[in-house]
Nanobody
Framework: QLQLVESGGGLAQPGTSLRLSCTAS????????IGWFRQTPGKDREGVAC????????YYADSVTGRFVISRDNAKRTVYLQMNNLSPEDTGVYYC?????????????????????WGQGTQVTVSS
């Protein structure tokens, strides 16, 4: 059974960087994409970035484009989220999730609906 574990969160100052990792217990052919989602109090969980595991397709929310980079190392079964030039608005709990739905990423990643396996989340706090 697929399990996801996030790591790398913490406290960061504005303008600095953090890298999150999402390690999967297995990468089977059923896992089409891995996404990073962010949740802040009072808001729905927002898709931040997604990547497919076979093709080189990626998606970024407008709020992180140009600052965040999603990458993967299939041999390590790990997907990374490099977060640069952090701002207080990036504060939240970051979750990684797996989807078996073969949709184009800009449709898949705008909703949590097609992601069936979730990690436990890791807190990111950006504050001076």
């Amino acid at each position: 059974q697929l399990q996801l574990v996030e790591s790398g969160g913490g406290l960061a100052q504005p303008g600095t960087s953090l890298r999150l990792s999402c390690t999967a217990s297995t990468f089977t052919k059923d896992v089409y994409a891995i996404g990073w989602f962010r949740q802040t109090p009072g808001k729905d969980r927002e898709g931040v970035a997604c990547t497919t595991l076979i093709e080189n397709a990626t998606y970024y929310a407008d709020s992180v484009t140009g600052r965040f980079v999603i990458s993967r190392d299939n041999a390590k079964r790990t997907v990374y989220l490099q977060m640069n030039n952090l701002s207080p608005e990036d504060t939240g709990v970051y979750y990684c999730a797996a989807s078996d739905a073969g949709l184009v990423l800009h449709r898949l990643c705008i909703s949590t609906r097609r992601f069936g396996v979730w990690g436990q989340g890791t807190q990111v706090t950006v504050s001076s």
